[in-house]
């Protein structure tokens, strides 16, 4: 009859008749453990002792009524599905005292055995409802205190990229942004490119015939197509950027490399082996000229196809409009066509971030707007973000790195 393993019924009565005839009518069932009191003092220690599931009293006791009672059972035992037992009926008082919640049901004398029976087994299945969903609310509770306890520990070693694999795989989205601080915190321009991608690909999203699958695939690609630049210094990047014929043969390989190393990070979080093939083939063209396999047209997935525009369009070091006109120039050749009309769409419907490029304090010129802060090594702010460089405040500039050289590379609006 019940998932508990044993069933506590209290009877609780002044009359020795009435205390025995409720409690035979109960063990009969096979299914109840009866306790017996004949009077509330007795009922009480019991409550104090026993699990119950369900208590029945009488109303009309010498101590107290069997209201009071019940209510002062209720105080020990919150659960405990309670019955009232009258033969003097003020239904007034008893609705009230329903609806109050202060008693389960109430019963009048002479009661019918299949009534009472039928009326203890409700009051035992709300008692067992109640203790079942307090328990699972209990289990949710230590389920959500262990989940707070980790997403801690990964923000905490942010540093640590395999506890953020372990966080993509207990929360998609919290994990994906915290991959991106993590970038953002080893290299602060890719974190900007990240968060234009995303932008980007997001927009895209709208227009494109994507399954929700493909969709989940493109926004995870957004957020990590660059962790596979994690390891590879700032240097090296900028280098890569602006004078790639200076680069090592190391160096070279390790850029170009870059979007095979983000697949096999990637993939070894389970679920994400398609955003990794995506990472892969940021850099495949339309027309099967791309790196690293050479993919042809529709061998190249639908969410890789737009990520390689939207990745395309953050590291060009043209303005937002020169950028646009030439991802349209190269629309057939390395990028889709269809793909290339769904970016150029998106750009009308929402507002494209300004690019940012990183500079050396040594390239630093007039004209150049400041997408951060400058601030000397001591912390102090020397421009703030937004400031157009004059020639004026690029010779002060000049002269206060002589004295107190400036080390930390400048971002600056294309």
């Not at 009359?15 to 306790?35: H, N």
Request: net charge negative; proline share 3%; charged share 25%.
């Amino acid at each position: 009859m019940s998932e508990i393993s044993t069933i506590n019924i209290l009877v609780v009565d002044d009359e020795e008749i009435v205390l025995l005839a409720l409690s035979e009518t109960l063990e009969q069932e096979d299914c109840y453990k009866v306790f017996k009191a004949s009077t509330v003092s007795e009922a009480l220690e019991i409550v104090k002792t026993q699990e119950l599931s369900v208590i029945i009293s009488d109303q009309v006791m010498s101590e107290m009524t069997g209201l009071d009672f019940l209510c002062q059972a209720r105080e020990i035992q919150p659960h405990v599905s309670t019955i009232l037992i009258t033969g003097v009926l003020n239904l007034k008082t008893i609705v009230a005292a329903i609806n109050k919640g202060e008693i389960y049901r109430f019963i009048a004398k002479p009661w019918i055995r299949e009534e009472l029976l039928t009326c203890i087994q409700n009051a035992v299945h709300r008692y067992e409802l109640i203790v079942s969903n307090e328990a699972l609310q209990k289990r949710t509770q230590e389920q959500n205190a262990t989940l707070e306890v980790q997403i801690k520990q990964l923000i905490e070693q942010q540093e640590n990229l395999d506890k953020a694999h372990t966080g993509l795989q207990e929360n998609f989205k919290q994990s994906l942004e915290l991959c991106h601080k993590i970038i953002s915190t080893y290299n602060p321009m890719l974190g900007k490119e990240t968060l234009t991608v995303v932008k980007l690909c997001n927009a895209m999203m709208e227009d494109a015939d994507l399954t929700p699958e493909e969709k989940r695939t493109l926004q995870a690609s957004a957020w990590l197509h660059k962790i596979g630049l994690l390891g590879v210094s700032r240097s090296v990047i900028h280098k890569a950027r602006r004078h790639p014929d200076e680069l090592t043969e190391n160096e070279r390989l390790l850029i170009r490399n870059h979007p095979t190393y983000g697949e096999t990070i990637v993939s070894m979080v389970e679920n994400l082996t398609e955003a990794g093939k995506t990472i892969r083939a940021q850099y495949e063209h339309w027309d099967g000229t791309g790196y690293p396999d050479e993919l042809h047209k529709e061998e190249i997935s639908l969410p890789a196809r737009l990520l390689a525009i939207a990745v395309h369009y953050s590291e060009s070091s043209l303005s937002n409009e020169r950028t646009i006109k030439e991802i349209e120039k190269l629309s057939g050749t390395q990028f889709d066509p269809e793909c290339v009309r769904i970016f150029t769409k998106a750009t009308h419907l929402v507002n494209l971030p300004k690019r940012v490029k990183e500079i050396l304090f040594a390239e630093l010129a007039t004209g150049m707007i400041l997408a951060e802060d400058i601030h000397s090594p001591s912390g102090l702010l020397l421009i703030p973000e937004g400031s157009c460089i004059m020639p004026k405040t690029l010779r002060k500039m000049t002269e206060h790195n002589e004295v107190d050289p400036i080390t930390e590379r400048l971002f600056v609006y294309a």
